[in-house]
C-alpha cells in the first residue's frame, strides 16, 4: 500500500463530513448550501488525487487525475460563489453564472490532452501532467481565488469593527486566504518533484473555520461539536508527522524503505506514541476552544448558590446585574421588571445606563415578539437573520432605547416576569457561542429567582398588609368619638402610605355633599370650605361611581379635568371610597408621596384594605356620635329650661359660656381645649335638676344640711352627662369647677395647679355671673364691685393669672 495516499485519503474524508454537516444544519440556507458545495469539489480533488498515488499503471492513474480535476476546476468557482453568498454581494451575483459557464468549459477540455497530457511517476506515486491551455486554467483559478479574497478584505474594512460580522468575515477571510496555499500543488503538475501538501492547507482550513463555528457561530450552526475538531487535530498531527518523516527517510534509503511491512510497523509507532499523549493534546484543544466554558460552569455553579439564599429583590437583581457584567465583562446591564398596575416594564437595578427611566408598555410590539422567540435576541441579528426581518424596525429602535446588544425574555411558565438587557463587551468583541449559552443558562435561572423574590415580596407585602389593617382596626376602634375615629385613620394612612396630603371627606345624608371631616396637608380654608356634590372632581366621581382611582397623571387623565390649580405637589393621586352594604359613606384620598413617587397598584390595595377595615367603624363612630348628639341637645335643652325656669339665673349658662371662652382665648389655649370648656360651661349646672327649688329658690341662708345638698350637683351633673360619652376633660371641668385655689373648695378639695385649667376658668366665670345676677337672698353687685370681689378672693378662691386675664377683657 502506498502509505503518502492516506493523508490527502484522510482529508477528504474528513472535508466531505464537514461539507455534510453544515448542509445538514440548515439545508435551506443558500449560504450553507454553497459552502457545502466547495467542500465538495475540495473533496472530488483529494479523493481523486489519493486514488491516482494508489494507481498500479499509468492508464487507470489518468483515469482518476482527470477526475480529480472534476473538483479542481470547480473549487475556485464555489469559493467564489459563497463569499459573494456569504458577503450578500447582490452586484456580483449576475458573475457568478459566468463563472460556471466558463468551469464547464474548462471540465470538458480537461478530458483532452491539451489540457493534461498525461501523468508523471514521482516517489510518492502518478500525478497529473499538465497540457498546453493548463495554464490559462492555472490564471482562471487563481483569479477566482484572488477575486474572492479581495471581496472577503473589502466587506471586512467596511464591517463595524467588532460586530458579529466583522468577526465572521475575518476568519473566512483566514480561511480561504491559507486554503488557497494549497495550489503550490501545481507545481508538481509542472514536473517539480515534492510531495504535495496542499491537503495541510485544507487541514487549516477546516480548523479556522470550524474555531470560528464554535466561538462565532459562523453560519449560524449551533451543534458543531468541540469533539469533530479534537479528532481532525490528531488525526492531522499524526499523518503530517507520520508523512514528513516517512519522506526524510524515503529521501534517504531510496527503494529499501519500499517495503510495506517497514512503512506500517513506522505507522503503528507513530500510532503509539500519539495514544500516549493524547490527553495532553485534548487539553490543549480545550484551552484554545474552550477557555471560557470552565470558568463559566464555576460561575453558574456558585450563581445557583447564590440565587438559593436571596429573597430580598433589590439584593437579588443586584447580584444579577453584578454577576453577569463582571463575568461577560460588559460595559452597561440592566433588569427591567412588569409593574402590575401600569402594566409597563421599568428599569429596576441597572449598571451604566444612560437612561434607566425607559418603560416598555406589556402590550409593546417587541416585548409580544420577545416573548415569542422564549430565548437570547442579539441586536446583531435583526440585521442579518431574515427570520427577524419583520422586527428589524421596531427592534434595532428598542435596543437603542435599552443600550443593549442582548435582550433576554425572563419567562417563567406562560408569565415574562422581566428582560434582562446587556451592552456590549468591554473589549469590545462580539458575543460567542460560549457567552450566549452562558447567558441563556442564567437568564432561565434569574428567571425563577426573580419569580419567587417577586412572589415572597408579594406575600410578605400582603402580611405586612394585614397587620397593618389589623392594628389600624385596633387604633381605630378603641373609641367612638367620630373625630377621634377620623382623625386616628388619618394619622395611620399618613404613617402608612407615607404621604404628605390626606383627606377624609364623609358624606352629608340631607346635603348630598361631600365634606371633609378630617385632613393633613391641605390648607385650613380649603379643608374648611370644601363641600363636593356628587360626581364633581375626583372625590366626587370616586363617589358616584363607587369604585377606587389610581390617577397616574392628574393632567392628562380623561376621567377628570385638568387640576394644575389645586397645587399638588406630585400628579399621581390615590383616592378611595368608603363602602358599607354597598352604599359610599365617604371618600378617603392620599396625594403627594413622602418618596417623590407615584402611587402605586400595591398603595392602592393597601388603602382598598384599609378603608374596608374603616368604613364599618367610621359609620359607627358617626352614628354613635349623632345618637351622643342628639341626646346632648336634649340635656342642653334641659338645662336651657332649668336656667329660663329661674328668673335669677335665666341666661346665666349661655353668659358664663362666653365668659369662658373669651378667658380660654385670650390664654391661648387650643382649638379643642376652648371647645371642651365651652362643652362644660354649656352644662355645669345641670345636676341642680335634682336638687329641690325650696333649696335653690330660699331667700334666707341656706342650713349647712341645705349647702351639703347644693355641693352634690357638680357630681350629679358629671352622673347626667357621662352616658353620653363626652371626654374626661369636659367631665373633670364639671365636676371640679367649684373647687378653690386654696383647696377649701368642693367636691374633692384640689390645690392649686391640681384644678384642671377649664375648671379655674369655669370657677371665676360662673363666680362673676353669679355676683353681677339678683339672687333671692341678695341684690346683684354691681360690674365694678363684681371685679373688686374676684381680686379680694385673688389667690384663695380663684387662679390669679386667671382673674387678672379676666379682668382685661370683661
Not at 394612612?493 to 404628605?500: F, G, H, N
Amino acid at each position: 500500500m502506498n502509505t503518502y495516499a492516506i493523508p490527502p485519503l484522510v482529508t477528504s474524508i474528513l472535508i466531505l463530513a464537514y461539507g455534510i454537516f453544515v448542509l445538514r444544519q440548515n439545508i435551506k440556507s443558500s449560504v450553507n448550501i454553497t459552502f457545502s458545495l466547495m467542500t465538495f469539489a475540495t473533496f472530488l480533488w483529494l479523493f481523486c488525487i489519493s486514488m491516482t498515488y494508489l494507481s498500479p499503471d499509468e492508464k487507470l492513474a489518468l483515469f482518476w487525475d482527470k477526475n480529480a480535476y472534476l473538483g479542481v476546476i470547480f473549487i475556485p468557482v464555489t469559493i467564489y460563489h459563497f463569499t459573494v453568498t456569504f458577503l450578500g454581494l447582490k452586484n456580483q451575483r449576475k458573475f457568478i453564472l459566468l463563472s460556471y459557464i466558463i468551469a464547464i468549459i474548462f471540465l470538458f477540455l480537461s478530458r483532452t490532452n491539451y489540457f493534461i497530457s498525461g501523468v508523471r511517476h514521482y516517489f510518492f506515486g502518478y500525478y497529473t501532467k499538465a497540457g498546453l491551455i493548463h495554464p490559462l486554467f492555472l490564471i482562471f483559478f487563481m483569479a477566482m481565488i484572488l477575486i474572492s479574497i479581495y471581496n472577503l478584505y473589502k466587506e471586512y474594512k467596511k464591517a463595524e469593527i467588532g460586530s458579529l460580522r466583522h468577526v465572521r468575515i475575518k476568519y473566512m477571510f483566514f480561511g480561504i486566504l491559507i486554503a488557497s496555499f494549497g495550489a503550490i500543488d501545481f507545481l508538481a503538475d509542472y514536473g517539480v518533484e515534492f510531495y504535495p501538501f496542499g491537503f495541510t492547507f485544507v487541514i487549516a482550513f477546516i480548523f479556522i473555520s470550524g474555531y470560528a463555528i464554535v466561538k462565532y457561530r459562523l453560519l449560524d450552526i449551533e451543534a458543531f461539536t468541540y469533539r469533530t475538531l479534537g479528532y481532525m487535530a490528531i488525526s492531522f498531527l499524526i499523518l503530517a508527522s507520520y508523512t514528513g518523516v516517512f519522506t526524510l527517510i524515503h529521501r534517504m534509503f531510496h527503494k529499501k524503505f519500499e517495503n510495506p511491512i517497514l512503512t506500517g510497523g513506522l505507522l503503528l509507532v507513530f500510532l503509539f506514541i500519539f495514544m500516549g499523549i493524547k490527553n495532553k493534546i485534548w487539553k490543549l484543544i480545550d484551552r484554545v476552544f474552550y477557555r471560557d466554558k470552565y470558568k463559566y460552569r464555576e460561575t453558574l455553579n456558585a450563581f445557583s448558590k447564590s440565587l438559593n439564599v436571596l429573597m430580598d429583590l433589590e439584593e437579588l437583581l443586584t447580584m444579577i446585574v453584578n454577576i453577569i457584567a463582571d463575568t461577560v465583562r460588559i460595559n452597561k446591564a440592566s433588569i427591567m421588571i412588569l409593574d402590575d398596575g401600569k402594566q409597563e416594564y421599568f428599569v429596576k437595578n441597572q449598571k451604566g445606563i444612560s437612561s434607566p427611566e425607559v418603560r416598555l408598555s406589556k402590550d409593546d410590539p417587541f416585548v409580544t415578539w420577545l416573548f415569542s422567540q422564549g430565548g437570547v435576541v442579539e441586536k446583531e441579528m435583526l440585521g442579518m437573520d431574515p427570520w427577524y426581518s419583520k422586527m428589524k424596525e421596531v427592534g434595532l429602535q428598542r435596543f437603542r432605547e435599552l443600550e443593549s446588544e442582548i435582550c433576554i425574555p425572563l419567562i417563567v411558565g406562560n408569565q415574562m416576569v422581566g428582560l434582562l438587557n446587556l451592552g456590549k463587551k468591554i473589549s469590545g468583541e462580539i458575543y460567542k457561542k460560549d457567552d450566549i449559552e452562558l447567558l441563556s443558562s442564567l437568564g432561565a435561572q434569574s428567571a425563577i429567582a426573580i419569580h419567587n423574590a417577586i412572589t415572597y415580596h408579594s406575600l410578605e407585602k400582603r402580611t405586612e398588609q394585614l397587620l397593618t389593617m389589623c392594628k389600624i382596626g385596633q387604633d381605630v376602634g378603641s373609641s367612638l368619638e367620630l373625630d377621634t375615629v377620623a382623625k386616628t385613620l388619618l394619622n395611620n394612612i399618613k404613617s402608612t402610605m407615607r404621604a404628605e396630603i390626606v383627606s377624609i371627606l364623609l358624606l352629608d345624608e340631607e346635603t348630598e355633599r361631600l365634606v371633609i371631616k378630617a385632613s393633613c396637608g391641605l390648607d385650613e380654608e380649603v379643608a374648611k370650605n370644601t363641600s363636593l356634590k356628587i360626581g364633581e372632581k375626583i372625590s366626587g366621581w370616586v363617589a358616584q361611581h363607587a369604585q377606587p382611582a389610581l390617577v397616574n397623571d392628574i393632567e392628562s387623565d380623561p376621567r377628570f379635568a385638568k387640576r394644575s390649580h389645586e397645587k399638588y405637589y406630585t400628579r399621581s393621586l390615590v383616592s378611595v371610597p368608603l363602602m358599607l352594604k354597598g352604599k359610599v359613606i365617604g371618600v378617603v384620598n392620599v396625594n403627594n408621596k413622602e418618596t417623590k413617587r407615584a402611587f402605586t397598584f400595591y398603595d392602592l390595595e393597601m388603602l382598598m384594605g384599609i378603608c374596608g377595615e374603616a368604613s364599618v367603624i367610621v359609620e359607627n363612630a358617626r352614628l354613635y356620635t349623632a345618637l351622643r348628639q342628639s341626646y346632648l341637645r336634649t340635656i342642653q335643652s334641659l338645662a336651657e329650661a332649668l336656667d329660663a325656669k329661674d328668673r335669677y339665673t335665666r341666661g346665666h349658662v349661655s353668659r358664663v359660656c362666653d365668659y369662658a371662652i373669651k378667658i380660654a382665648t385670650e390664654l391661648n389655649l387650643s382649638q379643642s381645649e376652648i371647645e371642651n370648656i365651652a362643652t362644660a360651661a354649656m352644662l355645669h349646672d345641670i345636676g341642680k335638676i335634682g336638687i329641690k327649688e325650696t333649696i335653690l329658690l330660699k331667700p334666707g341662708k341656706l342650713t349647712d344640711s341645705e349647702y351639703n345638698e347644693i355641693k352634690k350637683h357638680p357630681e350629679t351633673s358629671v352622673k347626667i352627662i357621662k352616658p353620653i360619652g363626652l371626654s374626661e376633660e369636659i367631665l373633670s371641668i364639671i365636676r371640679h369647677h367649684h373647687e378653690w385655689y386654696n383647696g377649701k373648695g368642693y367636691p374633692k378639695g384640689l390645690i392649686d395647679e391640681k384644678i384642671p385649667i377649664g375648671a379655674r376658668i369655669l370657677s371665676v366665670a360662673d363666680a362673676f355671673d353669679a355676683m353681677v345676677s339678683e339672687r333671692p337672698y341678695r341684690k346683684a353687685f354691681t360690674k365694678e364691685g363684681a371685679m373688686e370681689e374676684l381680686r379680694k378672693c385673688n389667690s384663695s378662691q380663684f387662679d390669679p393669672e386667671i382673674v387678672e386675664t379676666f379682668l382685661k377683657i370683661v
